[in-house]
């Protein structure tokens, strides 16, 4: 399985961005599929995550409200609309693949078996 993470960049606090994620190689309807980020000099963290179905999604509390993750599984891609972008926002995001489709441990790095190569969001204050 690959991950292709892409539409980070560079935007002012307050503003909008959305990430994309496409799959190949594996059945991704399937899949639980997250996403992380991670600041310089800290751990990754876990974002947010979608069960197969698109219908069951997990967030971190710093992002409720404001960041809103979907699939569409026939373009066998993952989302993560972010809003209301603040300075702490900025890192590089991870998308990342659950082929066990939930676990229950979605926040926690080792649920997933595939990493996309991240891709930086930074936000200006």
């Known amino acids: 399985v690959q991950l292709q993470a892409s539409g980070g960049g560079l935007v002012q606090a307050g503003g909008s961005l959305r990430l994309s994620c496409a799959a190949s190689g594996g059945t991704f309807s399937s899949y639980f599929m997250g996403w992380f980020r991670q600041a310089p000099g800290k751990e990754r963290d876990f974002v947010a995550g979608?069960?197969?179905?698109?219908?069951?999604?997990y967030y971190a509390d710093s992002v409720k409200g404001r960041f809103t993750i979907s699939r569409d599984n026939d373009k066998n891609t993952v989302y993560l609309q972010m809003d209301s972008l603040k300075a702490e926002d900025t890192a590089v995001y991870y998308c990342?693949?659950?082929?066990?489709?939930?676990?229950?441990?979605?926040?926690?790095?080792?649920?997933?078996?595939?990493w996309g190569q991240g891709t930086q969001v930074t936000v200006s204050s």
């Open positions: 979608i069960k197969w179905s698109g219908y069951s999604t």
């Open positions: 990342a693949a659950d082929p066990r489709s939930y676990s229950g441990r979605y926040y926690k790095e080792d649920a997933y078996d595939y």
